[in-house]
T-cell receptor, first 114, second 109 residues
Framework: NAGVTQTPKFQVLKTGQSMTLQCAQD?????MSWYRQDPGMGLRLIHY???????DQGEVPNGYNVSRSTTEDFPLRLLSAAPSQTSVYFC?????????????FGEGSWLTVV | SQQGEEDPQALSIQEGENATMNCSYK?????LQWYRQNSGRGLVHLIL?????REKHSGRLRVTLDTSKKSSSLLITASRAADTASYFC?????????FGQGTRLTINP
């Protein structure tokens, strides 16, 4: 049981490039979400999904896309990377609606946009 | 916007002492959760306390919730070097879960 797995762990992008952060969970959780964490700030919600085929925007969705074709996977796409997207990204999943149950986090993806 | 703040932002104590961190919020909540984050790692769930609960314990951790003051506290007793980490509260209200900015706890040997 691997829990929540994120890849890559580290990535450097040039401004304007696109990339996908991968997230997979093996706990059969319906709820998955992506957060970004910036220095001195808590986690801010980017996008979330309540099940396969259903996604919705969080607090800071601009510049990011998500899809949920399967229960297990929830990739986050950066369409055209900007320096403001330099951050640490965390994928998370939970069995019940986010906040009503324990949230399991991945180990994070450190992204630098130059 | 961040709902609620954590206090203090940083705390440094000697090993064996107790550490108390506070979390305040502005609107009503359904529950509140505490997480720990070691440097360079993801967040790990510690305790979930529901709005109708006032206190919960887990090992050396004690969480209280005062809905009248819209605040919660996390107490770590008999601290150890391994408790060095950042601690976050997360408030679940009408919709999404909102994280505070965290308290950075350092335990000195």
């Amino acid at each position: 049981n691997a829990g929540v797995t994120q890849t890559p762990k580290f990535q450097v992008l040039k401004t304007g490039q696109s990339m996908t952060l991968q997230c997979a969970q093996d706990m059969n959780h319906e709820y998955m979400s992506w957060y970004r964490q910036d220095p001195g700030m808590g986690l801010r919600l980017i996008h979330y999904s309540v099940g396969a085929g259903i996604t919705d925007q969080g607090e800071v969705p601009n510049g990011y896309n998500v899809s949920r074709s399967t229960t297990e996977d929830f990739p986050l796409r950066l369409l055209s990377a900007a320096p403001s997207q330099t951050s640490v990204y965390f994928c998370a999943s939970s069995l019940l609606q986010t906040g009503r149950d324990t949230i399991y986090f991945g180990e994070g993806s450190w992204l630098t946009v130059v | 916007s961040q709902q609620g703040e954590e206090d203090p932002q940083a705390l440094s104590i000697q090993e064996g002492e107790n550490a108390t961190m506070n979390c305040s919020y502005k609107t009503s909540i359904n529950n509140l959760q505490w997480y720990r984050q070691n440097s360079g790692r993801g967040l790990v769930h510690l305790i979930l306390i529901r709005s109708n609960e006032r206190e919960k314990h887990s090992g050396r951790l004690r969480v209280t919730l005062d809905t009248s003051k819209k605040s919660s506290s996390l107490l770590i007793t008999a601290s150890r070097a391994a408790d060095t980490a950042s601690y976050f509260c997360a408030k679940q209200g009408a919709q999404k879960l909102v994280f505070g900015q965290g308290t950075r706890l350092t335990i000195n040997p």
